[in-house]
């Protein structure tokens, strides 16, 4: 039952535009949602996190958006640059336990 | 801060051995995950300690699995009979269980069973 799922599993962008990267779940007892970013043979490392009592939370580049009414939330990357180019994965708790994540998205930036 | 470490960082097998993978957390972490991710997915949720207790423990751990955290620091994650299914990375994360509970990983170990 994948109750967090990110459907682009890809996403090309230039240099110095924004990346945006969508994200949906399905269980809204989900209070806590953050991103991570992993590059190939290393684990997973974390982006920005966002509340459920929160709708918007920024960190530098990197903003989080949450629409809990549509069970949504995104991230925004502004200005992309070459060393963004991961896989972004999705996450979402219930309370501060175990993460359940989607499948990732592939970002690549192009010059 | 040294991060989260896991030894081996790779491991060959033959079908119907054990393995064991150690992962030490971040020093002062008093919670501890295991993961485990297979091409192409998110990481899948398998167990979580806090200090030395084992707290919840995935459908996906049969009882081939077995976890341990003795005295709250290290913890070792043990496959039995290893079957080439239980082909992935397996990942470790830690977090301090305050206000905010990022979990930070570590570099994971590819377990490849032939």
């Known amino acids: 039952d994948q109750q967090v799922k990110q459907n682009s599993p890809s996403l090309s962008v230039q240099e110095g535009r924004i990346s945006i990267l969508n994200c949906d779940y399905t269980n809204s007892m989900f209070d806590y949602f953050l991103w991570y970013k992993k590059y190939p043979a290393e684990g997973p490392t974390f982006l920005i996190s966002?509340?459920?009592?929160?709708d918007k939370n920024e960190d530098g580049r990197f903003t989080v958006f949450l629409n809990k009414s549509a069970k949504h939330l995104s991230l925004h990357i502004v200005p992309s640059q070459p060393g963004d180019s991961a896989v972004y994965f999705c996450a979402a708790s219930v309370g501060w336990g175990k993460l359940q994540f989607g499948a990732g998205t592939q970002v690549v930036v192009t010059p | 801060d040294t991060g989260v470490s896991q030894n081996p960082r790779h491991k060959i097998t033959k079908r119907g051995q054990n393995v064991t993978f150690r992962c030490d957390p971040i020093s002062e972490h008093n919670r501890l995950y295991w993961y485990r991710q297979t091409l192409g997915q998110g990481p899948e949720f398998l167990t979580y300690?806090?200090?030395?207790?084992?707290?919840?423990k995935s459908r996906l751990l049969s009882d081939r699995f077995s976890a341990e955290r003795p005295k709250g620091s290290f913890s070792t994650l043990e496959i039995q009979r290893t079957e080439q299914g239980d082909s992935a990375m397996y990942l470790c994360a830690s977090s301090l269980r305050t206000g905010r509970d990022e979990q930070y990983f570590g570099p994971g170990t590819r377990l490849t069973v032939t």
């Open positions: 300690f806090q200090n030395e207790a084992q707290l919840e």
């Open positions: 966002i509340s459920s009592i929160k």
